[in-house]
């Protein structure tokens, strides 16, 4: 059973930075598309950004919420996914969860941004607040 980390999260004040990461040891990311999500608190899990994989030519999809504001990346030589965050909001605190769905069973990014992947990391805590 392998597993997803995700890492980066914490405390910052409003118009504020963090970046996330994700990364497993258990798998090669190189062929899984990268998804993150975040819940907060009373709501339901929502799709935050989502990329293909790099031979696909990694593709990305945003959130209305996020556009012009995070930012999805991988860097598959680390094995690891990444969130820019960047103008962060008070509305953007909640558990941030980084999700995979192997390139065979990817329809679309944005559909995985509503779906999920098929492996979950625990989540990472962002609060923004002054």
């Known amino acids: 059973q392998w597993q997803l980390v995700e890492s980066g999260g914490g405390l910052v004040q409003p118009g504020g930075s963090l970046r996330l990461s994700c990364t497993t040891s258990g798998r090669n990311l190189d062929y899984y598309a990268i998804g993150w999500f975040r819940q907060a608190p009373g709501k339901e899990r929502e799709g935050v950004s989502c990329i293909d994989i790099s031979r696909s030519g990694g593709s990305t999809y945003y959130a209305d919420s996020v556009k012009g504001r995070f930012t999805i990346s991988r860097d598959d030589a680390k094995n690891t996914g990444y969130l820019q965050m960047n103008s962060l909001k008070p509305e953007d605190t909640g558990v941030y969860y980084c999700?995979?769905?192997?390139?065979?069973?990817?329809?679309?990014?944005?559909?995985?941004?509503?779906?999920?992947?098929?492996?979950w990391g625990s989540g990472t805590q962002v609060t923004v607040s002054s």
């Open positions: 999700t995979v769905v192997s390139w065979s069973l990817l329809t679309t990014v944005q559909a995985m941004c509503v779906q999920g992947g098929d492996h």
